[in-house]
């Protein structure tokens, strides 16, 4: 699996990033490269299209539909609609509501199959080509889900390797059980312990770095940064809660895992 940091800034663009949004990418066993979007937050179209044509996505993957994991679905479903090539559709696996919520964010009444959806399921399973994904219920305020997959591993070793997204939560049980035992966790730290963050929304980096220690995950990858927190003290607080690699993400990386 390859991945791609298209946008991770927290909670709204920042300067150097869109709001959150990773392109992961795989090669079957007959050559062909499929291509999941997670999220797709305010901003991340136009960058998205640095690395791969929209029109290439095998499937979208929305953790929850706050404006900043899913707004751009907008901008999406006019590429895919009136681009000179032709109409297409690209699935949309999202909570309950993706629907209504497209249709809302499109300030339209009138209902669109470009970007057909399909509903998760608490730990329920879903194969994409070659992908594996099985989502958990955490804790947000909105339905919200951390995403769990497998796909072929970039190590000729090993058949494959686990990808865990964490999405926005806090600490929660379907988090650890997403978490375990990945090679990557990608997971959102939003908040420094000393800001007295509220609970039931977002990680402190020290939590992030315990949830990555409890799984005993192969390596952190720190994001959802908001533009506001210095990612510095990020980094040091979660490192100083997890032995494991820890580091920041940031726009235009590329990951084999």
Known sequence: MRLTVVGCSGSVPGPASPASCYLLEADDADGKTWRIALDMGSGALGALQRYCDPR??????ITHLHPDH????????????????GEM?????????ASGRIDQLRGENTHSDVLPTVV??????????????TCESVNHPVPAYALRIEGPSAE???ASA??????????CDGLDVAAAGADLFLCEASFLEADDAPRGLHLTAAAAGAAAERAGVG??????????????????????????????????QHIEI
Request: hydrophobic share 40%; glycine share 6%; proline share 9%.
């Open 120 to 133: 998760w399921q608490a730990s329920g399973e879903t194969r994409i080509g070659p992908f594996h994904i």
């Open 70 to 85: 899913c707004a751009d679905l907008t901008g999406l479903h006019v590429y895919l609609k009136y681009h000179p090539s």
């Open 56 to 61: 290439e996505l095998d499937a979208v993957a």
């Open 162 to 171: 686990v990808l865990t997204y964490s999405g926005d939560t806090d600490e």
């Open 156 to 158: 000729p070793a090993r």
């Open 219 to 252: 390596r952190l990858l720190l994001t959802h940064v908001p533009p506001w927190v210095d990612s510095q003290s990020v980094l040091a607080e979660a490192a100083a809660h997890c032995s494991t690699d820890v580091s920041l993400a940031r726009p235009g």
């Open 89 to 97: 559709s690209v699935p949309v696996y999202a909570p309950f509501g």
